[in-house]
């Protein structure tokens, strides 16, 4: 008798202790729902899930955020695109957000030292972006703007939902513009930022210099591994016997060593070549050395695009 009653009492001790972490679980999988306002910072409480609704929850945008701190989030409404041109390929794609239209969103979280997961759900998208998305080979995508650098960068891509609504990640604060992009057109990326390329398959990744000139290269790596390229106007020895500089130096490279097979495009200004004194069927790429500077390979010239094929990333300067 004794020790059934020691059981008893051993089995809702458990029972209690199931009881509690399972509540556990649940409230922080639920999260929690608040209503928030365009424009307008919303409250939310360190590392819980917070669901910001910017109108009628499932229909209009809504953002979920978690933060390692108490924080104030505020999303904006970007109503028109920005002076920069998109990049080749690129549309921008029109939502409803309540009683406005919008194309694209600015986020913002303080204080600066947040880290956060955040989470985007756009609103509605309208007639004429499905019309869009509805074409061979276009998807849905998520641009970042940067005002200081005047660039984009892709963040991810999405199918639309049910609610005709687009889903992304924000990884920081910003600009967002919502887009359809041709899937044969070279993805934009930030300069530093680590771009993922899959092993075997040709991925295609474009660099702005400005709105005229810019870096693409396509690429095929032998292994999974991320592409870096990083842009600077000038490096010490930049001289090549025979050649002028156009000023435009990239140090590119992978994550990880690998096989490449590459073709780097470099669209040029006709004003820059005409101030150096210089003609397009003499540019080349030109990569950096211990001993200076060397060509591999040669380069042809179609309009104001100057491309060349290499099997190797490291320093390479447009001459």
């Known amino acids: 008798f004794i020790r059934q009653r020691k059981c008893k009492r051993q089995q809702l001790k458990m029972q209690f202790k199931a009881i509690t972490l399972l509540s556990l679980l649940l409230s922080v999988a639920v999260g929690v729902d608040v209503q928030g306002s365009f424009g307008s910072s919303t409250s939310v ?50 939502q409803s957000s309540g009683a406005s239209t919008n194309i694209g969103y600015q986020f913002n979280v303080s204080p600066s030292t947040t880290t956060f997961s955040a989470n985007l759900t756009g609103g509605v998208l309208a007639s004429t972006a499905l019309a869009i998305l509805a074409q061979a080979n276009v998807q849905a995508g998520l641009l970042q703007f940067d005002a200081t650098t005047q660039t984009y960068n892709q963040i991810a891509v999405a199918v639309p939902s049910v609610a005709q609504q687009l889903t992304f990640p924000l990884p920081s604060i910003g600009s967002y513009a919502f887009v359809a992009f041709n899937i044969q057109s070279p993805i934009p990326t930030f300069y530093g930022y680590a771009r993922e390329l899959t092993a075997n398959v040709v991925t295609r990744v474009a660099y702005f210099v400005n709105s005229t000139q810019q870096l693409a290269i396509d690429v095929k790596s032998s292994v999974q591994t991320d592409l870096t390229v990083n842009y600077t ?87």
């Open 45 to 94: 409480t360190a590392n819980t899930a917070t669901t910001i609704n910017f109108g009628i929850a499932g229909i209009n945008p809504s953002l979920t955020i978690t933060t390692n701190q108490d924080a104030q989030v505020t999303l904006s409404l970007l109503v028109s695109a920005q002076t920069t041109p998109l990049p080749q390929g690129y549309n921008l794609l029109t």
């Open 233 to 319: 106007t000038s490096v010490s020895n930049s001289n090549f016997d025979g050649y002028v500089s156009l000023d435009a130096f990239f140090q590119i490279e992978t994550s990880s060593a690998a096989q490449v097979a590459a073709n780097l495009s470099y669209t040029f200004d006709q004003a820059v070549l005409a101030a150096k004194g210089i003609t397009a069927d003499t540019l080349i790429f030109a990569y950096q050395t211990s001993t200076g500077w060397k060509v591999d390979g040669s380069a042809s010239v179609s309009g104001n695009v100057v491309t060349q094929g290499t099997t190797h990333f490291s320093q390479w300067g447009v001459y």
